[in-house]
């Protein structure tokens, strides 16, 4: 499918009825130049996770995709099915792109070095792709099961269970609440990051610092079996 997006022209000069260039000249139409379909449905969703990081699922018109891109409603609907599918393409993406950054990150050997790693590869996708982790840690739509907040951090907390459930096991910890654990560190980097997505101080490498300071040292301290020191036991 082949769509238009520009128009240009060149001009021809007249000549008179003895042979000589007259001094005015008339535009000519030439071919329009024209977008594959391909090449649209990726306009769209630049300009809908643009709009999407902006103002949200809810306050993102089709109307405005479309107006934003240059073409009518129907171009949108025919490509995506309306903005709910344009949205869970563009939630895909990065999911996808974060998810891939983080699981390429962790390759030190070390495990104080592996949450160095996982937490800057966070903090790197939200320098980069500010617009993405909006949209990330934006509400999605009541019928979306995926693409939350929390659906991301729980793909994340998956991905370096087994490293700590190795760690705990070499330590004579019970490996089976690695889960447990993974969820709690992802969890604390990625709300850490929201924060940061915003003020962006103190600098990228100071808040991984901190970070790993506060995770590494209280799991260098951990306790086999943690008690409670307040009067609520259950």
Request: net charge neutral.
């Amino acid at each position: 499918m082949m769509e238009d997006v520009a128009t240009d022209s060149s001009t021809t000069r007249t000549t008179s009825n003895n042979g000589s260039s007259a001094g005015t000249e008339r535009p000519r139409r030439t071919r329009r130049t024209r977008m594959t379909g391909a090449e649209r449905r990726e306009q769209l969703l630049d300009i809908g996770r643009t709009l999407f990081a902006e103002k949200g699922f809810e306050g993102t018109s089709v109307e405005e995709i479309a107006a934003k891109a240059g073409v009518s409603k129907p171009v949108v609907y025919e490509h995506f099915g309306g903005k709910e599918g344009l949205y869970a393409v563009v939630v895909d993406r990065e999911m996808r792109s974060l998810l891939d950054g983080v699981t390429g990150a962790l390759t030190a050997g070390h495990p104080r070095e592996l949450l160095e790693q996982a937490a800057f590869a966070l903090l790197d996708y939200i320098e980069k792709y500010t617009d993405g982790f909006r949209i990330l840690v934006r509400d999605s739509p009541v019928a979306q099961s995926t693409g939350t907040f929390a659906s991301l951090i729980s793909d994340i907390a998956t991905q370096v269970e087994d490293i700590l459930g190795l760690e705990f096991k070499a330590r004579g910890f019970d490996p089976k609440l690695a889960p447990l654990y993974a969820q709690a560190l992802v969890g604390m980097v990625a709300l850490t990051g929201q924060w940061w997505l915003d003020v962006r101080k103190p600098k990228k490498a100071e808040v991984a610092a901190h970070l790993v300071n506060l995770a590494w040292h209280g799991l260098d301290g951990l306790e086999q079996k943690p008690r409670l020191i307040g009067h609520r036991k259950n």
